[in-house]
Every structure is written in structure tokens, then in C-alpha cells.
């Protein structure tokens, strides 16, 4: 372990989000609004400890995979607890158990609330919690690699720990560039969907909110209702394809824009994504059309939104879900689990995942029938390696397991099983809202201080994707050696 050089790395990580607070100050500034003394006081002490951990000197530059592990692990705990200093020193949420987990809530793009009247907040607050969605949407990590100069070849062990997926890589031979160009896209994408939600009659600030949300599929909004507060069937739409599109492996962007097409038809977790998202619309239209609503159009109206919302883990809302048939909200809890794909900024366990998973299946059931038959797995065409599969169902167990035992601490409040069980599927999943008293019309200020403590770590756990901070608590991490 090169522990200087993690604790080097952290200190780059903190003077970023020092550097991130600008831009809220700025807009307290503009505004006149009290909260400006306190941003510099936040921005001051996340400088001064990431300049104090910049000054330790190391002999040794490289890093090594578990050195990139422990540098994102303990980096995104680092900029949760800094984050959440803004939200404190303004007195807009007064608790620290409370101030940690909307931090982190936002950084880890969940979207949970503790806040049961955010249009009371100063726009600066307002938008200090939406940017933090945007700056964990691709990655604090993947930004110092991008606009860091200095970065070598071993930086690919952080973005491995960081990037969502079972097998993050580069797109180019260098790492920074790869890390450029995935900002580029994420930016572009930003840029593009406040320029439409303007177009809409939307206010500036209320549409970089609803973008900076859209984009990092996290999912605050500056309005009490969401995105239902509009009540606009353009500005829904245009969240509604925004969700959908940053759901979708960034690297197909690229390919799309090098005008590699033949990628972009032929890879299977795209189709499967595409597949699953209109399968899911239409069932619950038909489940819903005539019902919950008048018209097979309005029907297509909320379920596309919701569908597009809960598989991507965005976690807007326009419709109470909590109240529709039990038949689509079991479509929504499953969908919930799913998640969006691999190399996206959506959460979930990556319909990369559960396409390979079903592909293990098939396989071990042709086993049966032809024991001697030599079986492979293979996914747009290449064979899939022992390793990475045997990784899946392990990441798939774990997950599980850390899902049971949360729901097992979480239940102890008693606030009943709907309650409790979606409480942590929408946290490990970083999707926002479930149902019960945690549903699209509810949030999670009720809790214990154990159940939100269970689950911030449920959030930044899914959203790390288990491995990182796991980690932590294994004693033979820590020893020295390089590996």
C-alpha cells in the first residue's frame, strides 16, 4: 500500500470539491442571500485540508490496485463528509446525521431526502445539492483524472474502482484522455438538455437543477413535486429522453461519434436496455390505461416518465407510483433492481449483469442436456472469461447479502416491510424514492439515526458498487505490499 500517495490523492480529491463550492457561492453572491459567509467558511476548511494532505511527500508515484480501491473508497467518504459542511454552517439542515446523508445522497446521485420543504432552501443550497449529483454523476475521481496534467498509466486502477460496471476500461490508450472524453460527453449531454428544458419556458436556474439531475441520473429537484410541479408535457418529455440517454453506455457515444455504427446495432446490453424499457411502458399502460388514467395517451405520459426515472435510478417523479396497480409497481420494484447499463451514470446492479446472469443459466441448464458439450458464454460476439463470470454471481451474492442485512437493521423501526424493504433497494440501488412513507410523496426525514447511517452506506456502497468499501474492513487490505 502507498499510503502517502493515497492520502496525496485524497487532497487533490478535496481541493477539487473546494474548487466545485464556487460556483454555489457565486450564486449566493448574486443572489444576496446570507449563505455566502458560510460557503467560503466550507470552501476554506476543504482547501486547507486537502492542501495539508498535498503536502505529504512520497518517494513513490506509483499506484497499485488496491491503492486505487482505497483512494476512491475513502476519497467519496472524505467528500461526503466535507460536502455535507455547506448544509450545516447555513443552518438549512442543522443536524450532522442528517447533513451527512443528503450529502451523500447527492454525491452518490440517490437522490433519498431528508428535506420535506426544498423550495424553502436558498438557491445556493438548492444548487449545492443539485451539483453535487453532477460532479458524482461520471465520477470525482474520473474529474481529477481528467483535468489533472500529471496523471500516469497506473490511474486505471481508480477509475476500475470507480466506474460503474463489471468491466470498466479505456476507450483511447491514455487514461486522462479516455477521462476527458467521457466529461466531454457528460457536458455536452448537460448543455444540450438546459438548452431544450430553456426552450420550454423554463427558468435558467430550474433548468440547470433538473439537468444537473438528469444528466448524473440523481434526481433532486428544486420543487416540493418534482418535475410534477411543471406540469408540462414538453419538459417532461425532454427529461424523459435525457434519462433514457445517460442510462446508456457513454462509450456508444463515442463510437457513434467516430461513426462506428456497427457497435452501436450490435451490442446486446444496449437492445437489452432498449428491450426492457418498452416492455416495461407497455405493461403498465395497459395495466394502468382506463384506470389510474382516462386515456391510453395520459398513460403513456406517466408510465414512460416513471419507467425511464426508476431504471435509470434518476428517482424524478411526476405521477404518486404508491398508488397505482400493484401490477406495475411490482414492474417498478423489478426495474429498480436492473438498473441502467454498464459505463453509464445510472445505478442498479447494470442490465449488463442480469443479461449475463441469464446467459449463465441458459448455459448451466444445456449442461444438463449435454454434459459433455463444451458451453460458452459470450456477449456481442466474444466469449466471456471464467473470471469475470465467476465475479458477476459474486458480486451478485454479495449484493444480495448486504441488501438482507440492511432491510434486517432497517426493519427494527418497525415502519412496516414496504417501508423498510424499498427504503434500502432505493438507496443500494442510488434510485431516490420507494414506496410506503419513503414513496415519490414521501422522504426519509422520519428515520432513525441508525437507519440513515445503514443508509448512507447503502449509497455510497451501491454506488461504488460494493467492492471499494467492503474493502476497507478487511484487515489484509491494509498490509504492506504491492498488488
Not at 459567509?37 to 495539508?52: E, H
Not at 447533513?99 to 446521485?109: D, K, L, P, R
Not at 461513426?259 to 446486446?268: A, G, I, P, S, V
Not at 400493484?326 to 442498479?348: D, E
Amino acid at each position: 500500500m502507498n499510503y502517502r500517495m493515497i492520502a496525496k490523492s485524497i487532497g487533490t480529491v478535496l481541493c477539487i470539491e473546494a474548487a466545485c463550492m464556487l460556483p454555489s457561492l457565486l450564486v449566493a453572491f448574486i443572489c444576496r442571500e446570507a449563505t455566502t459567509v458560510p460557503f467560503i467558511v466550507s470552501m476554506l476548511i476543504t482547501a486547507v485540508a486537502g492542501l495539508a494532505l498535498l503536502s505529504i511527500k512520497s518517494p513513490i508515484s506509483r499506484l497499485y490496485s488496491r491503492d486505487g480501491f482505497a483512494i476512491v473508497a475513502l476519497g467519496w467518504i472524505h467528500i461526503s463528509v466535507f460536502g455535507a459542511l455547506p448544509f450545516i454552517l447555513c443552518g438549512s439542515i442543522p443536524s450532522v446525521i442528517d447533513a451527512f446523508f443528503e450529502s451523500v445522497s447527492g454525491f452518490s446521485t440517490t437522490g433519498a431526502s431528508i428535506l420535506e420543504n426544498v423550495e424553502a432552501l436558498p438557491k445556493s443550497i438548492l444548487f449545492w445539492r443539485s451539483f453535487t449529483h453532477w460532479m458524482g454523476g461520471m465520477g470525482v475521481l474520473i474529474l481529477m483524472i481528467a483535468i489533472l496534467p500529471s496523471v500516469n498509466a497506473s490511474t486505471i486502477n481508480i477509475m476500475k474502482a470507480e466506474s460503474p460496471g463489471p468491466s470498466p476500461g479505456k476507450i483511447v490508450p491514455k487514461i486522462s484522455e479516455t477521462a476527458k472524453i467521457l466529461y466531454t460527453i457528460y457536458i455536452v449531454l448537460t448543455v444540450i438538455q438546459v438548452v431544450l428544458l430553456l426552450a420550454g419556458g423554463m427558468p435558467l436556474f430550474d433548468a440547470l437543477i433538473h439537468a444537473f439531475g438528469t444528466a448524473s441520473t440523481g434526481g433532486f429537484s428544486s420543487k416540493n413535486t418534482s418535475v410534477a410541479a411543471y406540469g408540462s408535457v414538453y419538459i417532461e418529455t425532454v427529461i424523459t429522453i435525457f434519462m433514457f440517454l445517460c442510462g446508456v453506455n457513454f462509450t456508444l457515444y463515442y463510437m457513434v461519434s467516430k461513426r462506428n455504427f456497427k457497435t452501436l446495432l450490435r451490442d446486446e446490453e444496449l437492445r437489452f436496455y432498449i428491450g426492457i424499457v418498452f416492455t416495461a411502458i407497455i405493461l403498465i399502460v395497459l395495466n394502468t390505461g382506463g384506470t389510474v388514467y382516462r386515456t391510453i395517451g395520459e398513460s403513456i405520459r406517466y408510465a414512460a416518465f416513471q419507467v425511464s426515472s426508476v431504471i435509470t435510478t434518476t428517482g424524478y417523479s411526476t405521477a404518486d407510483f404508491s398508488i397505482w396497480p400493484t401490477f406495475s409497481q411490482v414492474i417498478l420494484i423489478l426495474l429498480m433492481f436492473i438498473g441502467a447499463s454498464a459505463g453509464s451514470t445510472g445505478g442498479g446492479l447494470k442490465c449488463i449483469r442480469i443479461l449475463l446472469l441469464a446467459k449463465i443459466i441458459k448455459r448451466e441448464i444445456a449442461k444438463i442436456n449435454h454434459p459433455s458439450a463444451v458451453q460458452t458464454v459470450k456477449i456481442n460476439g466474444r466469449i466471456v472469461d471464467e473470471e469475470t463470470l465467476s465475479g458477476i454471481m459474486a458480486f451478485f451474492f454479495f449484493w444480495m447479502l448486504i441488501f438482507a442485512l440492511s432491510v434486517l437493521i432497517v426493519s427494527l423501526e418497525g415502519k412496516g416491510l414496504i417501508t423498510s424493504t424499498t427504503a434500502v433497494i432505493a438507496t443500494l440501488n442510488n434510485i431516490g424514492p420507494g414506496l410506503g412513507s419513503v414513496g415519490p410523496m414521501g422522504n426519509f426525514a422520519d428515520l432513525s439515526v441508525l437507519s440513515k447511517l445503514v443508509l448512507s452506506v447503502c449509497m455510497i456502497v451501491g454506488r461504488l458498487e460494493i467492492y471499494p468499501i467492503m474493502l476497507l474492513f478487511t484487515p489484509s487490505f491494509w498490509k504492506r505490499g504491492n498488488i
